[in-house]
């Protein structure tokens, strides 16, 4: 499913109207009059006397309020309409519609002052239903008083609250509340799901979502497709087609090297390991410090691996290179980072690799915190990257603090994707992807239950395994996302609230490609 910008949904608007010759007050027509549809499939049939408060804002989402506020009165509700915004800014499609309202009722009212708010507000609470009309795609910064004041009133009533294309004071880009925002029941929202709809905290505020055929034309859509998707249903057993083919063999699903491993750290590697195994890639082998392989020789079983020399014993460093370029030579894929550790001279070998390799590449953990600092390997190396940090991480890689990482999920992967042409997988809830070319693809699987020790060893290994099929990139990487968070909510369904281990996730990924649930 398609997530828009508030500017791209404006661009939509706009090519709507002035290339296919739509009439703006016709999309304003058909937002209000399916959202009253919606309102009355949920809230009715009958909407006799039901208590309806419709709270407008200045611009066009008050215009979709006026409309809802017609509809519902022509089938009998109590409608009060609430202007928060002098009656003289309000123009356009919006005033044509404001004024057949006026035609319709006198119950109009207009909050100018903190008087008049608290009449409006005492009406709020005796509502049964209240239209949140206020501020739509065209809020620009923090919400500003009256809507503030109307915005808190809204939230401390009981009424079912129905959003008007987003909940005001919603970021429609970022998923950010700017101050504060309508806690809904329901919104309708228009043409597309706004993308801040899809990420937290906004997804939070929404409640269902119901999306509304304004009737954009399609071709236009075609013309100037969205430049962010949520990531569901996928049809998993898609990619093991090959599998059913009686001449396959396992040279097909690719040799995946994983590399990392140190004092303390050689579960991680196992684990990314087995999980590409799981997902079914040909062969794997793990490249691991000398003094470390036979702990890994016991730990794995299908998967082989590779003593590498050490510059301490223990840990990867410089002195392993030459042999670690061998080993990726004619492999599609490695992982590089999990347990790897940042000590000695690892950092520099992780950006040697980089400046040699050019097959895919996905880096994880201390893989990444050895890019810090260094990023201008990432823009010069040959090697096509995924990189897959936590917000933490990824703070490290940008210089930003966590929580501004996580105010702008979206924007910061976009951003980092775009400059330095490399694939990035912001985890946590919801999950981001983005693509060197700026695309987005939020996942909508995974609980919290998959903050434990490993989850991202498996997720690592997991994208690894299925890059080496061959499978491409934009499927492969939201796919692997996806999966590992399904088996995630699988398990949880299954077993209840109890905590969950990273490997797990493993058994159930496998039921889930199989495509058969246990009984
Ligand atoms: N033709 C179109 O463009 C259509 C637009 N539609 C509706 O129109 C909405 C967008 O309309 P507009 O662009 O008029 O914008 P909005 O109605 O979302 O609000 C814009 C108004 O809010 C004020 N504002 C912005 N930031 C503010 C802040 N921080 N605090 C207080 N006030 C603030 C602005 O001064 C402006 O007057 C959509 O969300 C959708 O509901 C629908 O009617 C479908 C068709
Ligand atoms: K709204």
Request: aromatic share 6%; hydrophobic share 40%.
């Amino acid at each position: 499913m398609y997530l828009v910008t508030a500017e791209e949904m404006r661009a939509f608007d706009a090519t709507a109207i002035q290339e296919y010759g739509i009439p703006g007050i016709v999309l304003m027509e058909n937002a209000g009059r399916t959202t009253f549809h919606i309102m009355k499939t949920r809230l009715g049939p009958d909407l006799q006397d039901l208590k309806v408060s419709v709270v407008a804002g200045p611009g066009n989402n008050g215009g979709d309020g006026y409309v809802i506020a017609r509809y519902l009165i022509n089938h009998g509700a109590e409608v009060e309409t609430f202007l928060l915004s002098p009656r003289d800014k309000i123009q356009g499609d919006a005033l044509i519609n404001l004024k057949i309202l006026e035609h319709m009722t006198s119950r109009i009212f207009h909050v100018t002052d903190s008087e008049s708010m608290n009449v409006a507000a005492r009406k709020w609470r005796e509502s049964e239903v209240i239209v949140d009309a206020i501020l739509g795609t065209g809020l620009n910064s923090e919400v500003r008083s009256p809507y503030r004041d109307a915005i808190l009133e809204i939230n401390s009533s009981q009424a079912i609250r129905v959003a008007v294309d987003l909940p005001s004071g919603l970021d429609a880009d970022t998923g950010k509340i700017l101050g504060c925002a309508v806690k809904a029941d329901i919104t309708a929202t228009y043409g597309f799901k706004k993308v801040g709809m899809a990420v937290y905290p906004g997804i939070a505020y929404c409640g269902d979502i119901e999306v509304v055929d304004i009737s954009i034309p399609l071709p236009a859509i075609e013309k100037n497709p969205p430049q962010a998707m949520l990531y569901s249903s996928p049809n998993a057993a898609t990619y093991y087609g090959l599998r059913m083919n009686p001449e396959a063999h396992k040279g097909i699903f690719g040799h995946l090297l994983v590399i990392g491993g140190s004092p303390g750290k050689t579960g991680a590697p196992a684990m990314a390991a087995h999980a590409a195994s799981r997902i079914g890639a040909g062969l794997v082998t793990v490249g691991v410090p000398a003094a470390l392989n036979s702990i890994l020789e016991v730990k794995l079983t299908e998967e082989m691996t590779a003593p590498l020399p050490e510059s301490v014993p223990g840990f990867l460093g410089i002195t392993a290179l030459e042999r670690l370029l061998d080993l990726a030579e004619g492999k599609r894929c490695v992982v590089l980072g999990p347990g790897l550790s940042t000590e000695y001279d690892i950092p520099e070998m992780v950006q040697r690799f980089l400046s040699s390799y050019t097959g895919w590449l996905v880096i994880d953990a201390d893989g990444l915190n050895a890019l810090s600092g260094r990023m201008d390997i990432l823009k010069s190396t040959e090697a096509k990257v995924v990189l897959t940090p936590h917000p933490g991480e990824m703070a490290r890689l940008t210089g930003k603090s966590p929580r501004e990482v996580q105010e702008d999920r979206i924007g910061t992967a976009r951003k980092f994707a775009v400059d330095f042409g490399v694939w990035v997988v912001l985890k946590g809830a919801g999950t981001i992807t983005a693509s060197p070319d700026g695309m987005i693809v939020i996942n909508t699987t995974g609980n919290s239950w998959m903050a434990s020790g490993g989850q991202g060893d498996v997720l690592s290994g997991i994208l690894g395994g299925l890059l080496v099929q061959n499978i491409p990139p934009e499927e492969a990487i939201p796919f692997g996302v996806f999966l590992h968070g399904l088996a995630a909510d699988s398990l949880l369904e299954k077993v209840g609230n109890s905590p969950m281990l990273a490997t797990d996730l493993l058994q159930e990924i496998r039921i889930l490609l199989g495509g058969k649930r246990e009984e």
